[in-house]
């Protein structure tokens, strides 16, 4: 079984979550490789439901040991409150199952609250942030102003380098928003709460990725958010802070030296979005309200009523080519079953014209969407489990899908559960 990594190829949301549960079965390994605790992967399975914003997603999977690398943005208080939901559950968490990166980054305190000021600074203009830390986090990061995981095995260097980084982040927090800064005190009191927790969980998971590879063992890469979101190729400022593509996949694991075999992306059956920005396709009032109802689309982190809309072809194949991905999950498509006629975004009108390229994030919102509508199904799918099963009408949407985005839909999910896929 070669190296695969599952990534968004859209806004985030897409139902990777529940893809890589139902994937990791046939891996070894499976590494988170950016992102932090801002978005949810919703996972259904023998153990209940979870909303899991940190740990990887084989986590429920006995004898897959599960990895958070490099790129992530490491939220130790989220990660441990989540441990203990999902242990909760009768899940075994331990440090034969769970490995954090040395070199992954400390999310501290600090960035949870400049996230919040900041967006309180920016008032009606705020990015929509989910206030998780996440922009601050990488921006320190980037400013090699961050403590490393590794760094809590080493406490009287942890001491000295944190001193160092309090008194440089009080400036900002007490000169420039006027906030409360924080003290050694405190700092220590979080790493005796939070960091200390982990200090077993904590290796060269570099390492543990070579030895495996050269093992002949199997690596699932898990993305967080999409392609659209992508810090460098997404919908910049409305992005995350961190690469979610799967050509970062390598570095953001500790393994930089993998090869991906398969890249797959998951698109959902139409479109949502969470927080601000552009989102071409946008359906509003009693239209709208059906289709999130329907899907039940209300955000795993925040609760937040998601944007939709009908499936937008033109930023989806983009999501598809910075995702380089090598076949497609499409996910909920029984949720379009009470509709009529299918409405899809074929193209996009912009500056008078017709066109198929995503345009660059200045001029996006001007584009128009060009909808077309394919027949409906009008049945229940959710048991189907056979392509052969589906209705003609489902085929039909789904080649016309596949052609206009130019890549093979190889998994058709028609339930959150994880039997209720369909493998072509
Ligand atoms: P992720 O962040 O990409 O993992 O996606 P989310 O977890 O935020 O959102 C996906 C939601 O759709 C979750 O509530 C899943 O349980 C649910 N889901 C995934 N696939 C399907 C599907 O095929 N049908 C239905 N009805 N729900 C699905």
Redesign the pocket.
């Known amino acids: 079984m070669p190296n695969c990594a599952i990534v ?1 190829i859209n806004w ?9 549960d139902l994937i990791a079965q046939d891996y070894d390994i499976v590494v988170r490789y950016q992102g932090g605790g801002n ?6 399975n023998e153990y209940g ?1 979870f ?2 914003h940190l740990l990887p ?1 084989g986590i429920f999977r006995k004898g897959v040991v599960n990895i958070l690398g490099n790129g992530v943005a490491l939220d130790l208080e989220n990660l441990l409150k989540e441990m203990e939901t999902v242990r909760a559950k009768g899940v075994a968490i331990t440090p034969e199952n769970l490995k954090l990166s040395d070199r992954a980054s400390l999310l501290l305190p600090w960035h949870r609250d400049l996230d919040a000021l900041e967006e309180m600074r920016l008032a009606d203009k705020k990015y929509g942030s989910t206030r998780q830390g996440i922009a601050p986090f990488y921006s320190d990061k980037y400013q090699k102003k961050t403590i490393l995981a590794g760094e809590l095995l080493h406490p009287a260097h942890l001491k000295e380098h944190l001193a160092q980084l309090l008194e440089w982040k009080n400036l900002t927090l007490t000169r420039v928003y006027g906030a409360p800064g924080y003290t050694m005190a405190q700092l220590d009191d979080w790493v005796e709460r939070y960091g200390n927790a982990f200090r077993d969980y904590i290796c060269d998971t570099g390492a543990v990725l070579r030895s495996a590879s050269q093992n002949g063992k199997n690596i699932l890469f898990e993305a ?3 392609a659209l979101r992508d810090l460098d190729y997404g919908i910049c400022p409305y992005t995350t802070s961190s690469n979610a593509i799967a050509a970062y996949a390598p570095v953001g694991s500790g393994f930089p030296g993998a090869k991906l075999d398969k890249v797959v992306g ?1 698109v ?2 139409y479109s ?1 979005c969470v927080g601000e920005g552009p989102f071409t396709c946008e359906w509003f009032g009693e239209e709208a309200e059906a289709l999130r109802q329907a ?3 209300y ?2 982190k925040t609760g937040r009523p998601r944007r939709v809309g009908p499936v937008d072809l033109v930023a989806t194949r983009y999501g598809v080519q910075v995702q380089a991905a090598t076949s497609i999950a499409l ?5 379009l079953s009470y509709m009529d006629q299918i409405p899809v975004c074929s193209h996009y009108l912009l500056d008078g014209s017709i066109t198929d390229e995503f345009p660059f994030p200045a001029a996006l919102p001007d584009a128009k969407p060009v909808i077309e509508y394919l027949p409906g199904w009008k049945c229940d799918i ?1 048991a189907v489990r056979t392509w052969d099963a589906l209705p003609k009408e489902a085929h039909a949407y789904v080649e016309y899908i596949e052609a206009k985005i130019g890549c093979r839909i190889q998994y ?6 994880r039997d ?2 369909i493998i072509r």
């Open positions: 968004g985030g949301d897409e139902g990777k979550g529940r893809m890589v978005a949810g992967h919703t996972v259904i439901k909303a899991l997603s967080q958010l999409g998951v959902k059956a949502t899907g039940g689309e955000g795993a996910t909920k498509l029984d949720i959710s058709v999910s028609v339930g959150p559960d209720s896929i």
